[in-house]
């Protein structure tokens, strides 16, 4: 299992662009139902094609006194993106919802241009990830839910901490057919100490690297199929297999292996 995707938010906000116009400030300029009552609204056209509807204040860009966005806006990109919420000093600030063109939509804070605080971050693949953010990045407690039964089975979901946008620290993952993992994370993979419950109540306790049972741990078998409930395997694993130096215990008839394994097979003392 590994959280790697694309996760690169398409907020670059907001360069200071040359104004073309600015209407008069009458809002009934402005039809979105999101500015109704607002007052103080003027229309700004910007070279590059977007549009500002909304409030305005006095900034200093590159020395000079502007006009800049600044209260309760709208800013619509020529592509058809859109960011509807709060500015200060022309950069989104506060709370806000941006919607990409290609569906990705993100509704939560921003801070100085940046999402930055609580939100929620919803992926034209259907992921949907609602935590805390870090310029532009999900950093801190956070909750991802896959929806596209792809590498993940749908509305399997990660929850834990994260680091520069990828789950990193200690998390607990969930598959929609019962099985879980809770340990630790390195770059959205299971890496260090875990505990690995399977559907069919196999338990696994131990170290992990790559997303594989791999150093020392325990298993203990609830599946009464292959080995008796309780039976049990204490030693060395290496990319999910016994192996190495361990002891399997068996239940049913108190047999004790105990020496050398090699790819899940006892060798010998």
Partial sequence: ????????????????????????????????AFLANTKDVVLMEFSDGSLYRGQVGECVINIDLTSCM???GIYTFKAGSKYMGGFLNNKPSGKGLFRHADGQTYEGDFQDGFIEGYGVMVYPNGLRYEGSYKKN?????????????????????????????????????SYVDGQTYTGNFVNGIMTGQGVMVYPD??????????????GYGVMVYQDGAKYQEGSRYEGEWLNDMRHGNGEMIYLNDGRRLRGLFKENAFVGS
């Fill in 70 to 72: 600044h209260g309760k």
């Fill in 201 to 214: 109540g196999r338990r696994y306790e131990g170290e992990f690297l790559n997303n594989q049972r791999n």
């Fill in 137 to 173: 990045k999900r950093e801190g407690f956070g909750i991802m839910t896959f929806k596209d039964a792809g590498m993940y089975q749908q509305n399997s979901r990660y929850e834990g901490s994260w680091k520069n946008d990828r789950a990193n620290g200690a998390g607990f993952f």
């Fill in 1 to 32: 299992m590994s959280l790697k995707y694309n996760s690169t938010m398409k907020v670059k906000f907001i360069v200071a662009l040359s104004i073309i116009l600015v209407s008069g400030t009458s809002s009934s300029t402005v039809n979105d």
